[in-house]
């Protein structure tokens, strides 16, 4: 039974493969075919070449995207996590914050970059900030929707056993709350890449939207396709760290 189960999900995930192999095989001949200008449309084959050709600035460049999006990713996952516990223990503090941070995510965050460039340069501070900014109130919504949502007969059981607040938070609440938690952390793991390049792109001297800023300039298309093809498969390597630890930590837990 185990091996049938094996090879119904080899089956399953070939079939996104065989799609995507597809699309790139015909996005090569559609290009060759009609000699598409690269400037215009450039190939998978093109593509590819850029990662050996241009590979030190594609690293450097990296390597700089990378540093602030896991910088504002953890800062963000602090910051959540001491304004969920304030929330929970302090009542009255969240009937006056929450509903501000709730508006707070209506402003565009293409708006607020410049703000943040005009204020704090354009070194690495404002793109973490950008960063800590779009992943902090995923993660938060999800750790209070976690804490508020227990089975209330668990919290007259701790109740009833005279437990204090903060060894119910501790033995009840947080443990609890970890499925959630980790919900909004697989969310915010897909935007901390991504607001960092966007951080970048509205003005920085080093990074993978900078990069991609100079290469659109200079209508080198094949770069700007690089640079987007790292940012995807960096953002989908954050997730599946997440995932990975939710697991250890679950089991864990369990």
């Known amino acids: 039974m185990r091996s049938l189960k094996t090879i119904d999900k080899v089956k399953d995930s070939l079939y996104p493969i065989i799609t995507f192999l597809s699309i790139l095989l015909l996005w090569e ?29 594609l690293y450097t460049n990296t390597l700089t995207t990378l540093n602030e ?5 953890m800062i963000a996952i602090i910051l959540s996590l001491v304004m969920g516990i304030l ?36 070194d690495m ?16 919504i999800s750790f209070v929707d976690g804490i508020e949502n227990l089975d209330k007969d668990y919290l007259n059981l701790f109740k009833t056993m005279n437990s204090s607040k903060l060894s119910t938070f501790i033995h009840l609440k947080f443990p609890m709350a970890m499925e959630k938690l980790f919900s909004g952390l697989k969310i915010s793991a897909t935007y901390a890449v991504v607001a960092a390049t966007v951080a970048e ?17 200079a209508y080198a298309l094949d770069k700007v396709f690089a640079s987007t093809i790292l940012v995807v498969i960096f ?20």
């Open 235 to 254: 953002s989908l390597l954050f997730v599946l760290l997440v995932q990975l630890i939710k697991k250890i930590v679950l089991r864990h837990n369990n």
């Open 87 to 122: 929330m929970d223990f302090i009542p009255i503090f969240k009937k006056c914050v929450y509903p501000i941070m709730v508006v707070s995510q209506t402003i565009p965050t293409i708006a607020i970059a410049p703000l943040l460039i005009i204020w704090f340069g354009f």
């Open 69 to 73: 999006a896991l910088l504002g990713f």
């Open 29 to 57: 001949l559609v290009v060759q075919i009609n000699d598409i200008p690269q400037y215009i449309l450039p190939a998978p084959s093109d593509i590819i070449k850029v990662f050996s050709k241009d590979y030190l600035n």
């Open 201 to 217: 792109w509205l003005g920085g001297t080093n990074g993978l939207g900078v990069y991609m800023v100079r290469a659109k300039s």
């Open 125 to 140: 501070l404002p793109k973490v900030i950008m960063v800590t900014m779009t992943c902090f109130f995923p993660i938060l």
